[in-house]
């Protein structure tokens, strides 16, 4: 999974291990937590046996959302003329989820924290992170989607930062970052009208900062 270009896409290679070509293949993924499905029919030429063939399938946001708790894993279903179907799941990187347009203007981001209702409200502590420099923090942060609203500082010498991202098909993450830069120990705190998805969010913010 990564992207080609502009465009989200799924990187996948066959190896043909039997005794006889392989050929019509096609893709389809079961519903997942983020409406991620094949953009485009999955074009592979045939696979001759002992050999091997790689492909790009273009992927979008185009089926509704699976209920339930949120997950990153991708249930996907492969078929040819020759074989029957094969099932297996993969992980799908929450960073490559992130859509470009979730950045919010301050008032827009203060206004909607305030309306959230406190069940929407997740902390957690990340003893080991160090709070990098605000302005080098937002530009590694900004190419993979995640953008600094504001920052502030606290009378303990703390600082606070405000970020936002956006998982599709539309739901707004707040987050707010409060530690001493350069310092290991950071609080994180998130926000959302969808709560489901703050630990992916947690363990995705966590990783990208470390």
Request: net charge neutral; with cysteine; proline share 11%.
């Given at each position: 999974?990564?992207?080609?270009?502009?465009?989200?896409?799924?990187?996948?290679?066959?190896?043909?291990?039997?005794?006889?070509?392989?050929?019509?293949?096609?893709?389809?993924?079961?519903?997942?937590s983020?409406?991620?499905?094949?953009?485009?029919?999955?074009?592979?030429?045939?696979v001759a046996?002992?050999?091997?063939?790689?492909?790009?399938?273009?992927?979008?946001?185009?089926?509704?959302?699976?209920?339930?708790?949120?997950?990153?894993?991708?249930q996907?279903?492969?078929?040819?003329?020759?074989?029957?179907?094969?099932?297996?799941?993969?992980?799908?990187?929450?960073?490559?989820?992130?859509?470009?347009?979730?950045?919010?203007?301050?008032?827009?981001?203060?206004?909607t924290?305030?309306?959230?209702?406190?069940?929407?409200?997740?902390?957690?502590?990340?003893?080991?992170?160090?709070?990098?420099?605000?302005?080098?923090?937002?530009?590694?942060?900004?190419?993979?989607?995640?953008?600094?609203?504001?920052?502030?500082?606290?009378?303990?010498?703390?600082?606070?930062?405000?970020?936002?991202?956006?998982l599709?098909?539309?739901?707004?993450?707040?987050?707010?970052?409060?530690?001493?830069?350069?310092?290991?120990?950071?609080?994180?705190c998130?926000?959302t009208?969808?709560?489901?998805?703050?630990?992916?969010?947690?363990d995705?913010?966590?990783?990208?900062?470390?």
């Amino acid at each position: 999974m990564g992207s080609s270009g502009t465009t989200l896409a799924y990187f996948l290679t066959f190896t043909n291990t039997g005794a006889a070509p392989l050929d019509g293949f096609q893709i389809q993924f079961n519903k997942n937590s983020f409406g991620l499905a094949p953009a485009a029919p999955l074009e592979l030429p045939a696979v001759a046996p002992g050999a091997a063939a790689a492909t790009v399938l273009p992927l979008a946001f185009t089926t509704p959302p699976a209920p339930g708790a949120a997950s990153t894993t991708l249930q996907i279903a492969i078929k040819n003329r020759q074989q029957p179907v094969w099932y297996f799941a993969d992980a799908v990187p929450l960073p490559e989820l992130l859509l470009p347009g979730g950045a919010l203007e301050r008032d827009t981001y203060l206004q909607t924290w305030k309306v959230l209702p406190p069940e929407s409200e997740a902390v957690r502590q990340w003893p080991g992170v160090v709070l990098r420099d605000p302005e080098a923090l937002a530009a590694a942060l900004a190419p993979r989607h995640v953008f600094l609203t504001a920052r502030r500082s606290l009378p303990t010498g703390e600082a606070v930062l405000y970020l936002c991202l956006q998982l599709p098909p539309a739901t707004a993450v707040l987050v707010e970052l409060t530690g001493h830069v350069g310092a290991p120990g950071v609080k994180a705190c998130i926000k959302t009208a969808n709560p489901a998805v703050a630990p992916l969010v947690f363990d995705a913010l966590q990783a990208l900062l470390s």
